[in-house]
C-alpha cells in the first residue's frame, strides 16, 4: 500500500515530468506555457518541477497553455501510479 505522502509526492513528479516532456515536444518554453495558462511562470516552474501538487484548477490553466485538455495530460500519470499499485480505489472483498 501507498502512503499518501508517498503518492503525493510520486504524482507530482511523474506529471511535472509528462508537463515538461509535452512543453519540450511542442517547442514551447515555460514563460510560453505559463502566459497561454494564464499563471505566474514561478508556480509553472514549480508545477514542472514536481516540487508542489497543482490543483485540479491549475491543471486545467497547465492543459491550457500547453493547448490541451486536462484528461490527456492526466491519463498517462494516472495509469503510471496505478502501475505502481498505488491505485486508490478501494479493492473488492474478493481481491
Known amino acids: 500500500m501507498c502512503s499518501i505522502i508517498g503518492v503525493f509526492m ?3 513528479k511523474s506529471l511535472g515530468e509528462a508537463i515538461r516532456q509535452i512543453r519540450e515536444a ?3 518554453t515555460q514563460e510560453q506555457v505559463s502566459a497561454g ?3 505566474s511562470n514561478r508556480h509553472y516552474q514549480d508545477i514542472e518541477g514536481g516540487k508542489i501538487m497543482p490543483s485540479l484548477d491549475m491543471v486545467f490553466k497547465v492543459a491550457r497553455g500547453l493547448g490541451m485538455e486536462a484528461d490527456k495530460l492526466i491519463a498517462p500519470v494516472w495509469q503510471a501510479w496505478k ?3 498505488c491505485d486508490p480505489r478501494p479493492s473488492s472483498a474478493g481481491d
Open 83 to 85: 502501475v505502481q499499485g
Open 26 to 28: 511542442n517547442g514551447q
Open 37 to 39: 495558462g494564464g499563471m
Open 10 to 12: 510520486a504524482i507530482s
